[in-house]
C-alpha cells in the first residue's frame, strides 16, 4: 500500500484556488462556531496521501450532539496565534497548538493572527475524536470570521486537512465520508445523509480520559507499514460501510450495529498486528467489552464500537435505556437526533 504518493499540487496551491479573492478579505473582528464531535461505524484507518490528508477507504459516522467543541475566534496584534484550550492557554510548542497554527497559517494572509479560545464538552484525545470536532469547529469559525462562504463540501475538505474525522463532524446525525479519487482531495469529502433514527442512543464509557500515546496519524502509518493484517481491511471497510448505509436506510438496527462492532474490531485486529503491536485497549475496556458480549447472550440487542482509545461506545435504542443504565450504571447517553 504506498501512502506517500505525492501530489500534483501542493496543499499551499490548492487552499489558494479555492479561496481565491476571499483570502484576502477584512476579518470581522470575532466569531464562533459548534460542532459536534463524531464516532465513525465504519471507521477510517489509514491514509492514501498524507499532505492532503486522504483516506484508504470511505467512511459513516454518527454526530454526537451536544457533545462537540465551541471554538471562538478574535483579531489579535501579536507575532503568533494563542490558542486557548478549555480556558488554559496551550504553549506555542505543543502539538495541538501547533496543529491549530499550522492550519490558520495555510488559510489566513501571513500577518492576521487569532486569538483561538476552544472548549470542549468531550475528554481532550482520549479516543473521544475531539479533533474531529475541533477541527470541524475551527474550520467553521473561520468561515464565519472572513467572511468566506465557502460551499460545505469545501469547509468538509479544509476541515480534513486538520484532521480526517473533521470532515464529518460539520453536520449532525449520519455523515459519510467518500474516499475520493482526486489527487487534490476534491472530492474526497463528507456529507450528511437524510435519513434520521430518533430511536437510536449512543452510550460512552470512559475506561480513561488520558491522552492516547499513540497519535491515529502515526498509528495508521505503523498499521500500514507493519501489520500484514491491513491489507484485508480496505476491501472489508467499504463492504461494511456499504452494508451499514443500507441497514440505516431501512432502520434495521441488528444489522447496523453488528457490522459497526465487527468493523470496530477488525480494525483493531490490524492494530495487534503491526510492529511494535498497536494496542489503545486497557484491561477495563476488555472487562467492559465482555459485559457487552454477555448483556447480548441474555438477549439485550446491545453492540459496542472503539475508535483509537481505551473508551466504548455502545450502540443500542430507546427501548433499551433503561436495561443499559442499569448495566453501566456510568455510562453517558447521547441522543444523537434528540
Ligand atoms: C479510529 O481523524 O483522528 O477514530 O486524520 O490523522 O487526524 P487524522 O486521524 P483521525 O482518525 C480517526 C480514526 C478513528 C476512526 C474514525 O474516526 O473514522
Redesign the pocket.
Known amino acids: 500500500m504506498n501512502q506517500t504518493s505525492v501530489s500534483l499540487i501542493s496543499v499551499n496551491d490548492w487552499v489558494s484556488q479555492i479561496l481565491g479573492e476571499a483570502k484576502h478579505k477584512s476579518p470581522a473582528a470575532q466569531a464562533s462556531a459548534y460542532a459536534p464531535s463524531n464516532i465513525?461505524l465504519s471507521?477510517?484507518?489509514g491514509k492514501r496521501e498524507l499532505s492532503f490528508?486522504l483516506p484508504i477507504t470511505g467512511?459513516l459516522?454518527i454526530s454526537l450532539a451536544e457533545h462537540g467543541t465551541k471554538t471562538g475566534l478574535s483579531v489579535i496584534d501579536a507575532p503568533m496565534h494563542q490558542v486557548i484550550l478549555n480556558g488554559k492557554e496551550v504553549s506555542a510548542n505543543q502539538s495541538f497548538s501547533i496543529k491549530v497554527s499550522q492550519w490558520l497559517d495555510r488559510v489566513l494572509p501571513n500577518v492576521l493572527k487569532l486569538r483561538v479560545d476552544t472548549h470542549n464538552t468531550v475528554p481532550t484525545a482520549a479516543g473521544l475524536?475531539s479533533?474531529?470536532s475541533g477541527f470541524a469547529a475551527l474550520t467553521l469559525a473561520t468561515n464565519s470570521l472572513m467572511g468566506w462562504q465557502l460551499p460545505e463540501r469545501q469547509l468538509s475538505a479544509l476541515a480534513r486537512l486538520g484532521?480526517?474525522?473533521?470532515s464529518r463532524s460539520l453536520w449532525h446525525g449520519f455523515v459519510k465520508w467518500q474516499a475520493g479519487e482526486q489527487a487534490n482531495g476534491s472530492d474526497s469529502v463528507a456529507f450528511p445523509l437524510e435519513h434520521q433514527w430518533p430511536e437510536l442512543r449512543i452510550g460512552l464509557l470512559t475506561v480513561s480520559s488520558q491522552k492516547k500515546a499513540v497519535?491515529?496519524?502515526e498509528g495508521?502509518a505503523r498499521t500500514i507499514t507493519t501489520s500484514a493484517l491491513y491489507n484485508q481491511w480496505p476491501q472489508q471497510a467499504e463492504s461494511d460501510l456499504a452494508t451499514i448505509e443500507t441497514a440505516i436506510i431501512a432502520g434495521d438496527f441488528e444489522t447496523m450495529a453488528k457490522t459497526a462492532e465487527h468493523n470496530a474490531m477488525s480494525?483493531h485486529a490490524t492494530m495487534a498486528g503491526a510492529w511494535p503491536p498497536l494496542v489503545y485497549w486497557q484491561p477495563d475496556s476488555l472487562t467492559q467489552m465482555q459485559k457487552v458480549w454477555q448483556l447480548r447472550e441474555q438477549g439485550l440487542p446491545l453492540y459496542l464500537t472503539m475508535?483509537?482509545g481505551p473508551n466504548l461506545k455502545l450502540l443500542f435504542e430507546a427501548k433499551h435505556q433503561s436495561d443499559v443504565e442499569a448495566a453501566f450504571p456510568e455510562v453517558q447517553v447521547i441522543t444523537p437526533f434528540g
Open positions: 465513525a471507521k477510517y484507518w490528508n467512511s459516522s475524536a479533533s474531529a484532521s480526517g474525522s473533521a497519535s491515529s496519524r495508521m480494525m475508535d483509537a
